[in-house]
């Protein structure tokens, strides 16, 4: 039970690349225990896993969400997780978290659409699942956007992280044609979508706007009421205000059975200082 509330705690307390970490290991969990195991694979039904068939997508349109949740086997699972903590450190250091799901999603998104067009131009067949074309997105709009950024590597050292992303693009690339064809689409897919929003980035467009609803104000009347609240009595208490209402009352009802002359300084000054 304890361990149950601290992954609860863990999560609450996460950022949303933290959330997102949470959420595929559920949902991996689910798989286990749902979906038959074979050929070092879950067995996902079309329903879920994204299909290259364009009309299994028009039944299930969802799955072009849905398929970034899955992930084949442990492995899979692992790398891209381990990918994505580290990643997603890097890219709050120039983004913000609007941008983090907007490239995220996008990045699935737009692979699993190519994908899906790759299937019916070349007759391709066949099911893919996983988070890397989302990571894919993350870093590369990181690479793109700060292509001169060192990253230190175990065995290795510093190495510019655009080095780096292009070493991931010539991978997927010289293996397009091998059984992982799906795969390696959705990669340089993801890819694409991140270096995109780094791109309009770096020229003042920011993508996650489009996601960012801002209630109007209402300014019909604005040149009609232009009276603003007094600033020095923005921090009285409502105590303050009813203990200072029944000093002014007691005054006034002296005055009206003694008249003004009957107050006194203090009560006078006191009385000025409110009518102001």
């Known amino acids: 039970m304890n361990l149950f509330n601290d992954i609860k705690q863990h999560y609450k307390s996460g950022d949303v690349s933290q959330k997102l970490i949470f959420i595929n290991i559920l949902v991996f969990i689910l798989s286990a225990f749902i979906f038959s195991f074979a050929s070092n694979q879950f067995q996902y039904p079309s329903w879920l896993a994204l299909s290259s068939n364009y009309e299994d997508v028009i039944w299930f349109p969802w799955t072009l969400l849905t398929y970034g949740f899955l992930h084949s086997e442990i492995i899979h699972l692992i790398f891209n997780l381990i990918f994505l903590y580290y990643i997603s450190i890097l890219f709050y250091t120039f983004f913000n978290t609007r941008q983090f799901l907007t490239v995220y999603f996008l990045g699935s998104f737009f692979a699993g659409l190519v994908f899906v067009a790759y299937g019916f131009f070349f007759n391709y067949d066949n099911l893919i699942v996983g988070a890397s074309a989302s990571i894919m997105a993350i870093f590369m709009a990181v690479a793109t956007y ?73 300014t019909t009347f604005k040149k009609v009421y232009k009276n603003k609240p007094v600033k020095k009595y923005q921090s009285v208490r409502v105590s303050d205000v009813n203990f200072q209402q029944r000093q002014i009352d007691e005054i006034l009802e002296k005055i009206s059975k003694s008249g003004y002359d009957s107050l006194t300084k203090e009560e006078k000054e006191f009385l000025f200082a409110a009518n102001k």
Do not use: C
Request: aromatic share 12%; no cysteine; charged share 15%.
């Open 146 to 218: 700060a292509p001169n950024y060192n990253i230190r590597l175990p065995l290795i050292g510093y190495v510019k992280i655009w080095h780096l992303a292009a070493l991931y693009v010539f991978i997927d690339v010289s293996q397009l044609l091998t059984e992982n064809t799906g795969g390696h689409i959705a990669h340089l897919s993801g890819s694409i979508a991140g270096f995109i929003f780094a791109i309009l980035m770096k020229k003042g467009i920011d993508l996650s706007e489009v996601f960012l609803f801002k209630k109007r104000k209402n």
